[in-house]
């Protein structure tokens, strides 16, 4: 059952990266039950024809568009942008959803190509899409921009210099620019989960257990007890904050690191 209405998004134009990931994926479906038309992109084309096939199974005047694309390619980036616009008009709401976990190495094993590729998904990318999307937002002076961070954005952890690096570095881009965005009437949060039931979260609890000897199995098992709720969160959940954010009920939430760890995280 849906928390928001039916017409919260009606008339916006929201984007998604990473939409053939368990968050993008979900958050997909989330906008689109709010009534937003929407751009899904990512690598997985069969995923995103499946993601847009669930959507309009649920709603078949819902507007779609699917854009497969390498991000990392400026020139795909660019005709993403222009697609988007092309189909669905202004971009109104952006989702930086797309990232990678990396290869969890630590710094005397790290190669300057595990580094760069890390931060250049996670980090570069989204400012690189985001300053193409912005001008128009600031034109309308509207606009809001959600950046997918992580715990992992907020303390270190073991091996994961490059990642979490990345993710603290996505934190400072989602506060040094919702400074400047919000004087255009343009609002800038990210959300950070801790584990979630995700490919990419399900492969971090593995990479953990082996590090400990354990099953993933075992390690999940752990994961879970760990938290003061008992478990990881659902990628639902996280859905549900982002589209909270990008709607107007938080217009006065600017800068924000939200998280979404089921209290494991309090700071």
Do not use: W
Not at 15 to 32: F, N
Not at 48 to 62: P, T, V
Not at 102 to 125: C, F, R, W
């Amino acid at each position: 059952m849906s928390l928001f209405s039916k017409d919260a998004l009606v008339g916006k134009h929201a984007l998604i990266t990473g939409a053939t990931g368990g968050i993008g994926y979900e958050t997909a479906k989330v906008l689109a039950g709010m009534g937003a038309a929407i751009t899904i992109t990512g690598r997985r084309e069969e995923v995103l024809q499946q993601l847009k096939e669930e959507i309009l199974n649920e709603n078949s005047d819902a507007k779609v568009l699917v854009v497969s694309a390498d991000l990392t390619n400026s020139a795909e980036l660019d005709q993403l942008v222009e697609a988007a616009e092309s189909a669905n008009g202004f971009v109104s709401h952006l989702v930086n959803s797309a990232g990678v976990l990396g290869n969890s190495a630590i710094v005397e094993d790290m190669t300057i190509e595990q580094l760069e590729k890390v931060m250049h998904v996670n980090y570069t990318v989204p400012i690189l899409l985001t300053k193409k999307i912005y001008s128009t937002m600031k034109d309308r002076k509207e606009g809001s921009v959600v950046n997918v961070a992580s715990l992992s954005g907020l303390r270190g952890t073991y091996g994961g210099t490059a990642y979490c690096g990345s993710k603290f570095a996505l934190i400072g881009f989602t506060q040094s620019f919702a400074l400047e965005a919000i004087q255009h009437g343009v609002r800038v949060n990210a959300v950070c989960p801790g584990y979630v039931e995700t490919e990419m979260g399900k492969e971090s609890i593995r990479k953990k257990g082996i590090k400990e000897g354990r099953s993933f199995e075992e390690q999940y098992t752990v994961a879970n007890k760990s938290i003061p709720s008992g478990r990881i969160s659902s990628p639902e959940e996280v859905a549900n904050t982002i589209a909270f954010l990008l709607t107007d009920a938080a217009a006065n939430i600017v800068g924000e690191s939200v998280k979404i760890s089921g209290g494991s995280v309090m700071r």
